[in-house]
T-cell receptor, first 113, second 118 residues
Framework: AQTVTQSQPEMSVQEAETVTLSCTYD???????LFWYKQPPSRQMILVIR??????QNATENRFSVNFQKAAKSFSLKISDSQLGDAAMYFC??????????FGKGITLSVRP | GAGVSQSPRYKVAKRGQDVALRCDPI?????LFWYQQALGQGPEFLTY????????KSGLPSDRFFAERPEGSVSTLKIQRTQQEDSAVYLC????????????????FGPGTRLTVT
């Protein structure tokens, strides 16, 4: 079985500052993928960033980067230069060979102007 | 191009009614997933189709839930005799690749259907 844990229900960040969202996971598979999804109030799930477990290098996508610690089963998301449009629910997710996604409970990120 | 669409966007049902939720995946996508997202929670897997074949229905919470994809494109999730605990957002996602193939992790989500059972 796969589990994803997001223990912080809410976080707040000042516009233009940096924030880190935490996630831990557990899986028995050796080949898996980790994701961060953004879900604004419109409910559309938007892929923010993806990390292949076999890659040691941390993924980056513009202002978004991850800190992937495979041995610790930790996968945090760092958002730099936060913008008002970053305010949303963020979900950490995991998939293995069967391609079905296992999500964490999510974290609500608010951005203060 | 067109993304995944779902209809209706909102559905209110009285307890005991049957409902049908529709998902139109991206044209040509092989895989289709249904997820259930309760209020304040992350989505949870319900079922998976590869073309018209339902290969995994391990997440369906009861035999009141039924899904089909008869021609390998549009899918319908049906809930019979709805209960209050069925209130949730139902998300559909499609992928251009079959599960267990390279890059099959790509999933494109629809906007969801919010079901409220009163």
């Amino acid at each position: 079985a796969q589990t994803v844990t997001q223990s912080q229900p809410e976080m707040s960040v000042q516009e233009a500052e940096t924030v880190t969202l935490s996630c831990t996971y557990d899986t028995s598979e050796s080949d898996y993928y980790l994701f961060w999804y953004k879900q604004p109030p419109s409910r559309q799930m938007i892929l923010v960033i993806r990390q292949e477990a076999y890659k040691q290098q941390n993924a980056t996508e513009n202002r978004f980067s991850v800190n992937f610690q495979k041995a610790a089963k930790s996968f945090s998301l760092k958002i730099s230069d936060s913008q008002l449009g970053d305010a949303a629910m963020y979900f950490c997710a995991l998939t293995g060979a069967n391609s079905k996604l296992t999500f964490g409970k999510g974290i609500t990120l608010s951005v203060r102007p | 191009g067109a993304g995944v669409s779902q209809s209706p966007r909102y559905k209110v049902a009285k307890r005991g009614q049957d409902v049908a939720l529709r998902c139109d995946p991206i044209s040509g996508h092989v895989s289709l997933f249904w997820y259930q997202q309760a209020l304040g929670q992350g989505p949870e897997f319900l079922t998976y189709f590869q073309n018209e074949a339902q290969l995994d229905k391990s997440g369906l919470p009861s035999d009141r839930f039924f899904a089909e994809r008869p021609e390998g494109s549009v899918s319908t999730l049906k809930i019979q005799r709805t209960q209050q605990e069925d209130s949730a957002v139902y998300l559909c996602a499609s992928s251009p690749r079959a599960a267990r193939t390279p890059f099959s992790y790509e999933q494109y989500f629809g906007p969801g259907t919010r079901l409220t059972v009163t």
